[in-house]
């Protein structure tokens, strides 16, 4: 996957991240894009279900492991030790509750000894303080585009927050950045 603009992706290696919002599903599935296979963990309760032909766009399919669990505590279970073994570089952990200081912490030091990434996706307003990085992702609506992706870091602890306007290219199976509907050029008011 080829990244431009100085965009953090791929996410920091051996660290949880956190992402929310409508688009936080295409977030993970670009992160899983760069990753090559995953774990996705998620409580059995819920209605919506992971469809991973659906994701094939971004990823594989058969490169999608799925595990639901009876509740967060085992959600976060099976997270922890998926992460701490290290045998897949990218664990996705579905969240319905805020983590506290104790779970976050314990999901950063099982991906730092296991040197694998952990996207938490979280309910609006539930990040966890241990979290890495927490992203907003959320649809752009253009008319001409369907597919195109406003993606804000909101924390960083290590380095500045920033929005971006990403569209996937499935062929390409690469991310383009692209500069906000006023900034393109041809636009009213942006140059050229």
């Known amino acids: 996957m080829t990244v ?6 791929p996410l920091r290696n051996a660290r949880v991240h956190e992402a929310y919002g409508p688009g ?5 599935a670009v992160a899983a894009a760069r990753a090559g296979s995953l774990l996705w963990v998620r409580e059995s309760w ?16 058969s490169k999608l492991l799925l595990a639901q669990t009876k509740d967060q505590t085992e959600t976060l279970a099976v997270a922890e030790e998926a992460l701490k ?7 996705v952990i579905e969240i ?33 303080n241990a ?23 909101i924390k960083n602890k290590s380095g500045t927050l920033r929005a971006w ?21 041809g636009s009213a008011g942006a140059p050229g």
């Open 24 to 28: 936080a599903i295409s977030f993970a």
């Open 96 to 128: 319905s509750r805020p983590l506290d200081l104790r779970e976050g912490r314990r999901l950063q030091l099982a991906a730092k000894a296991g040197k694998s990434t952990g996207l938490c996706l979280i309910p609006d307003g539930m990040g966890s």
């Open 165 to 185: 306007h990403v569209r996937w290219d499935a062929t390409a199976r690469r991310l383009h950045v692209v500069p906000p509907a006023g900034e393109r050029p």
């Open 131 to 153: 979290a890495e990085t927490r992203w907003h992702c959320m649809p752009v609506f253009d008319a001409g585009d369907s597919t195109l992706m406003r993606w804000e870091i």
């Open 46 to 61: 819920r209605n919506e279900m992971i469809n991973p032909v659906g994701l094939s766009d971004f990823f594989d399919p």
């Open 85 to 91: 073994d290290g045998a897949v570089p990218l664990v």
């Open 4 to 9: 431009t603009n100085d965009i953090p992706l």
